[in-house]
C-alpha cells in the first residue's frame, strides 16, 4: 500500500525544485553572450534568486544592480547589488521607494548599456510608481479592490498598467537608449508576456478601452481622479526590449507527472490552464475523485491525476485562507469518507494568499476532523477561513518562499 501524504510531499518538493531559476538563467546568459556593461534589475518574488544566479554567472560583467522582492524573500547580499523588500500583494512605501532607485540606475544609461531584466510574479506589487497626481494611497486602494473583485490577474493587471510610470512598457522607455533583455519566469496562464509583472518591458497590447470594460464588468467604485488618471495610454511598441520565458507551470505540471510515474502511479495532466473559482475547482475535483473510486476511471488505481493553473476566490469573509487552501477543502466535502486518496494543492513560490502556507492537503477523512473540533466545512468557506480550518487537523502544506513563481500546482493521488 502506498503512503500517500509521503509521495504527495516528494511530488510538491521535486517539481518545485524543476522550476528553481538557476539553471534556467544559466542557460540563457550562456547563449546571449553579453558584454560588460550590465545592469541587473530583478523584480517578484524569485528575484533574488535569480539576481544570484545571473551575478554569479556574469561576475565583473556586472556593473551595478538592484533586486526588489517580497518581505523575508531574500537572503542576504548579491556582491555589491542593492537589494530591497517591499509590500506584497499590496505594495507600500518600500515599493515606491525601490521602485526609484531602480530608475535611478537605468535613467541615464547609454547606448552600449545593457539592462539584465529578471522578471518574476509579485513584480505588480513591488515594481511601482505611480502616475503624476495618483497616491500610493490610491494604488493600495485599487489594488486591494481588485484583488478582491474576483477578476482575473489579466484584468487586474490591465487596469494596473494604466496607472503607473513603470508597467505596461513603460519601464523599458525610461531605459532607452540603453537595450534591456529580460528573462520572465511566467506565472500568467498562456504565458501573456505584457501582463507578467504587469509587462514592465513588454509592449502592451491593453488600452484605455479595456480599463473601462473592466471598470464596468467588476463595477468598480473608483473615484473621479483616478477615472481621469486611467486614460494614460501604455507604449504599444518598444525597440530596445528582447525577452525570454525560463520557466512557467507546464514544466511543474510535467514534472510533478515524472515523478509520480517514477513512484509508481499512473498519471496523466489534465490541464495546465485551471482558472476558474477556486471552490468550483474544488467540486470538480472530487467528482474526478469518486470516478476513481467507484469505477476506476480514468486511469487505474495507483493513479496521480495532475492539473496546474491559477484559480480565483471572491473574497467576501474575514477568515484567512489562499486559492489553494480554499479550493482542497472546497474538495473534501465531496471526497467525505473514501480511503486511500489525498488532494492536494500549493502556490509554487510558497505563499498561498496571506498566509505563511503554500496550500493544503485534505483525504476522506477531513471533514469529520474539523467535525469533531466543532468546525463546519460551509461556514468555514463562507468566512474564507481556510487557513485556520486546515491549521487545526494539520492539512497545511508549509514550505517558505521558495525563489520561484509559477501559478498553482494541485494533484489527486488515489490509491
Ligand atoms: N481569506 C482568503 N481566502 C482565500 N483566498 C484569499 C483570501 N484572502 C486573499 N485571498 C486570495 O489570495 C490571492 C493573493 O495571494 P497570493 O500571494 O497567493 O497571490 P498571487 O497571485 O500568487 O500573487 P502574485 O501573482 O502577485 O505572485 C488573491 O487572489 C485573493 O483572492
Ligand atoms: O505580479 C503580478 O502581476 C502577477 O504575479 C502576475 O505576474
Ligand atoms: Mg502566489
Request: charged share 25%; aromatic share 4%.
Amino acid at each position: 500500500m502506498k503512503n500517500l501524504r509521503e509521495d504527495a510531499f516528494r511530488i510538491i518538493k521535486s517539481s518545485i525544485d524543476s522550476v528553481l531559476p538557476e539553471k534556467a538563467i544559466q542557460q540563457e546568459l550562456e547563449n546571449l553572450s553579453l558584454d560588460d556593461n550590465i545592469h541587473i534589475v530583478s523584480i517578484g518574488k524569485a528575484a533574488w534568486r535569480m539576481a544570484k544566479a545571473a551575478k554569479e554567472f556574469l561576475k565583473n560583467k556586472v556593473k551595478d544592480g538592484i533586486v526588489i522582492t517580497k518581505y523575508g524573500h531574500s537572503q542576504g547580499d548579491i556582491g555589491g547589488l542593492q537589494i530591497y523588500e517591499a509590500g506584497h500583494p499590496i505594495p507600500d512605501e518600500n515599493t515606491i521607494k525601490s521602485t526609484k532607485k531602480a530608475i535611478e540606475l537605468v535613467e541615464n544609461l547609454r547606448e552600449d548599456d545593457v539592462v539584465l531584466f529578471l522578471v518574476s510574479g509579485g513584480g505588480s506589487a513591488l515594481f511601482e510608481l505611480p502616475v503624476e497626481g495618483v497616491t500610493l494611497e490610491d494604488i493600495k486602494n485599487v489594488t486591494d479592490m481588485l484583488l478582491k473583485s474576483g477578476a482575473n490577474i489579466v484584468e487586474i493587471n490591465t487596469v494596473r498598467k494604466h496607472l503607473s510610470r513603470v508597467k505596461g512598457g513603460n519601464f523599458a522607455k525610461l531605459v532607452e537608449p540603453a537595450k534591456i533583455y529580460s528573462l520572465v519566469l511566467s506565472d500568467v496562464l498562456g504565458d501573456r508576456l505584457d501582463s507578467i509583472a504587469s509587462g514592465p518591458a513588454y509592449p502592451d497590447s491593453t488600452t484605455i478601452k479595456d480599463v473601462e470594460k473592466i471598470i464596468k464588468k467588476y463595477d468598480l467604485q473608483l473615484s473621479e481622479k483616478i477615472l481621469q488618471a486611467l486614460k494614460n495610454e501604455t507604449p504599444k511598441h518598444l525597440n530596445n526590449v528582447e525577452t525570454r520565458i525560463i520557466g512557467s507551470v507546464t514544466k511543474v505540471c510535467e514534472s510533478a507527472a515524472k515523478i509520480a510515474q517514477h513512484l509508481g502511479y499512473n498519471t496523466i495532466i489534465l490541464t495546465t490552464t485551471l482558472d476558474c473559482e477556486a471552490k468550483e475547482a474544488g467540486s470538480f475535483l472530487a467528482a474526478i475523485v469518486r470516478e476513481e473510486k467507484e469505477r476506476e476511471r480514468p486511469l487505474k488505481t495507483p493513479c496521480a491525476i495532475i492539473l496546474g493553473g491559477e484559480t480565483v476566490v471572491h473574497v467576501r469573509g474575514k477568515g484567512k485562507g489562499g486559492r489553494n487552501q480554499e479550493l482542497v477543502l472546497s474538495a473534501a466535502r465531496g471526497i467525505k469518507e473514501y480511503q486511500e486518496v489525498l488532494i492536494a494543492s500549493v502556490g509554487t513560490d510558497g505563499t498561498d494568499g496571506p498566509t505563511d502556507a503554500s496550500g493544503g492537503i485534505v483525504d476522506g477523512e477531513t471533514v469529520n476532523r474539523l467535525q469533531e473540533k466543532g468546525i463546519d466545512v460551509e461556514k468555514v468557506l463562507i468566512d474564507n477561513d481556510s487557513y485556520n480550518a486546515l491549521q487545526s487537523i494539520g492539512g497545511l502544506v508549509i514550505t517558505g518562499p521558495t525563489g520561484t513563481n509559477v501559478n498553482d500546482l494541485t494533484f489527486i493521488l488515489c490509491d
